[in-house]
């Protein structure tokens, strides 16, 4: 009888969460690999060309940091992932200083050994839960961030404390005057927490535009929609352009449409604050 080969057992980890974060080569991209946690593709990255972008959001977010001022950046990150964002800032932007804010030391560990960050790329980790940890951050830093990123997952959810306007005041006072913020926020059919966000970034911020899909911006399914929000007038001339071209036909929702696709979504409080609808599993789901 013929012996059966057992196939290596895949680098992964038990989180302090207690969910199982592994690393896993993209069958169809080499040298690429996702980092999947509780069952989920949280990120991905290609360890020879950081500035390739796979997932259709993190993408997004690239076309609005490409529209900010030439040179290096002044970034905060709270969530870690695989670093993908960190990575694409420090390739394209060279000379930049990255800080990153995640609560799951086993992860930071896990993505390191895995998937290791470039020697040259200044990317300081900060450990601790994200909102608790920004109010650490140094009192230099305030006024002075180019580029603040929330990409803040429990799981596949984004938890309640990092989704009210208490919150992104906070994130507010990091921000330079021409300072972007980049919301990763994940919901379902009729939009009514991505809706809820955008109302309440404009009650913070002076300037907010949606990034998504065009199906996803009709709330037809689950998905991700990226929400950019500035104390000035975001950089957005080019990026309708960008948007068409791919990865899917998607659009900028901005100004007076904005307003209209909000449609009366009350701001959140801390009071009120609810975590992300949770997806059905076969959503994400690596099979």
């Not at 921000?175 to 994940?186: R, S």
């Amino acid at each position: 009888m013929a012996r059966q080969i057992e196939e290596p057992p895949l680098p992964g980890i038990v989180l302090d969460s207690g969910l199982w974060a592994e690393v896993r080569p993209d069958r169809w991209n080499d040298g690429a690999y996702e980092l999947v946690v509780d069952g989920t593709p949280q990120s991905h990255v290609h360890l020879e060309q950081p500035e390739e972008l796979f997932f259709e959001y993190v993408r997004r977010m690239g076309h609005v940091i490409d529209q900010l001022p030439a040179g290096p950046l002044t970034a905060v990150h709270l969530g870690a992932g695989a670093l993908t964002l960190p990575r694409y800032v420090a390739a394209t932007r060279p000379g930049s200083r990255q800080q990153v804010l995640e609560l799951e030391r086993p992860l930071i560990d896990l993505v390191r050994r895995e998937l290791p960050l470039p020697k040259d790329a200044a990317i300081r980790v900060r450990y601790g839960d994200a909102r608790a940890t920004l109010a650490k951050l140094p009192p230099a830093l305030n006024g002075t961030v180019d580029l603040l990123v929330v990409d803040v997952f429990g799981g596949s959810r984004i938890p309640a404390h990092v989704t009210s306007a208490e919150f992104y005041g906070e994130c507010a006072a990091l921000l330079a005057p021409g300072g972007v913020l980049l919301a990763n926020i994940a919901d379902g059919a009729g939009l009514a927490f991505a809706r809820g966000q955008a109302a309440t970034l404009a009650s913070v911020f002076a300037d907010v535009a949606a990034l998504a899909d065009t199906q996803m911006l009709k709330g037809r399914r689950f998905g991700n929609v990226v929400l950019a929000a500035s104390p000035s007038e975001i950089p957005l001339e080019w990026l309708p352009r960008l948007l068409a071209g791919g990865p899917h036909p998607a659009k900028v929702v901005h100004g007076r449409e904005l307003k209209d696709w909000i449609a009366g979504a009350a701001v959140v409080s801390d009071a009120t604050a609810i975590p992300s609808p949770p997806p059905a599993r076969s959503i994400f789901e690596v099979k």
